[in-house]
């Protein structure tokens, strides 16, 4: 049976000659393998292969059997066409953080509508928003997706529950174990990020480089800890230069 769908893509790896296998994160099934046949052949339009780059939004219309392991597109076209975000090098860099993240945590097979609605206004607002606005979209993302995955920071920065730790992921009046704890300073700016209600107000949120990674590094070990399978985030590195 034909669905339609939008999604977005994650990972595509060249399969045979003129094939492509493609992971998308789509909006009525979550995360899917699909089979792309002849996009890649001598006689495909020219740019087809391209509408599978990681952080394509497309729209889709698929064949899906719950029983099947790798699914095949019947249509496809893009759901929005960025103004320049693959090529600019620090949003592309954000895309490709983004998207691992989304590999490395999205169970498969579930649909998870609140995730996949973030997920694709974040990058249509990391399109339309200007270099200089964007510092802080790769740290919210991680906030966010933990966030609807269950994964949340309790309670809020006060003079009364100033300490945060990786263990409990919530702020408290206790003073844990120092390798684990951020400081009150970080705990604060976090706490910023924590109650920011959209993009535009993401944007105008102040935090220096070394801050803001230090904040990031600290969110990865919470949501490693919490899971099983977050994993290292290899573009982390490539981001730590882009960003600073």
Same mark, same amino acid.
């Given at each position: 049976?034909?669905?339609?769908?939008? &999604?977005?893509?994650?990972?595509?790896?060249?399969?045979?000659?003129?094939?492509?296998?493609?992971? %998308?994160?789509?909006?009525?099934?979550?995360? #899917?393998?699909?089979?792309?046949?002849?996009? *890649? $052949?001598?006689?495909?339009?020219?740019? *087809?292969?391209?509408?599978?780059? @990681?952080?394509?939004?497309?729209?889709?219309?698929?064949? =899906?059997?719950?029983?099947?392991?790798?699914?095949?597109?019947?249509?496809? #076209?893009?759901?929005?066409?960025?103004?320049?975000?693959?090529?600019?090098? !620090?949003?592309? $860099?954000?895309?490709?953080?983004?998207?691992?993240?989304?590999?490395?945590?999205? @169970?498969?097979?579930?649909?998870? /509508? /609140?995730?996949?609605?973030?997920?694709?206004?974040?990058?249509?607002?990391?399109?339309?928003?200007?270099?200089?606005?964007?510092?802080?979209? /790769?740290?919210?993302?991680?906030? !966010?997706? &933990?966030?609807?995955?269950?994964?949340?920071?309790? &309670?809020?920065?006060?003079?009364?529950? @100033?300490?945060?730790?990786?263990?409990?992921?919530?702020?408290?009046?206790?003073? #844990?174990?120092?390798?684990?704890?951020?400081?009150?300073?970080?705990?604060?700016?976090?706490?910023?990020?924590?109650?920011?209600?959209?993009?535009?107000?993401?944007?105008?949120?102040?935090?220096?480089?070394?801050? *803001?990674?230090?904040? %990031?590094?600290?969110? %990865?070990?919470?949501?490693?800890? =919490?899971?099983?399978?977050?994993?290292?985030?290899?573009?982390?590195?490539?981001?730590?230069?882009?960003? =600073?």
């Amino acid at each position: 049976m034909l669905h339609k769908t939008n &999604g977005i893509v994650l990972r595509s790896v060249k399969y045979g000659e003129t094939s492509l296998v493609t992971t %998308i994160f789509t909006a009525h099934f979550g995360l #899917q393998t699909y089979m792309v046949k002849g996009v *890649r $052949s001598p006689k495909a339009k020219q740019g *087809r292969a391209g509408a599978f780059q @990681p952080g394509t939004l497309l729209e889709l219309v698929v064949y =899906h059997h719950p029983q099947k392991n790798i699914q095949s597109i019947s249509q496809y #076209q893009a759901a929005y066409i960025y103004n320049g975000l693959q090529e600019d090098v !620090v949003k592309n $860099s954000i895309v490709l953080f983004s998207v691992e993240v989304l590999l490395r945590l999205l @169970p498969e097979n579930a649909p998870l /509508p /609140p995730l996949f609605e973030f997920a694709f206004g974040y990058y249509l607002a990391l399109d339309k928003m200007t270099v200089a606005g964007v510092a802080n979209f /790769p740290l919210y993302f991680i906030i !966010v997706c &933990g966030r609807i995955l269950g994964f949340e920071i309790k &309670g809020n920065y006060t003079a009364d529950t @100033p300490y945060l730790n990786l263990e409990e992921g919530e702020f408290s009046d206790v003073q #844990q174990k120092a390798a684990s704890a951020l400081s009150q300073e970080d705990a604060m700016s976090l706490d910023v990020l924590l109650r920011a209600a959209d993009f535009e107000t993401l944007s105008s949120i102040k935090l220096n480089g070394t801050t *803001r990674m230090r904040l %990031i590094d600290w969110y %990865i070990a919470f949501l490693q800890l =919490h899971t099983d399978h977050m994993g290292n985030i290899r573009s982390l590195s490539v981001l730590r230069v882009i960003m =600073h």
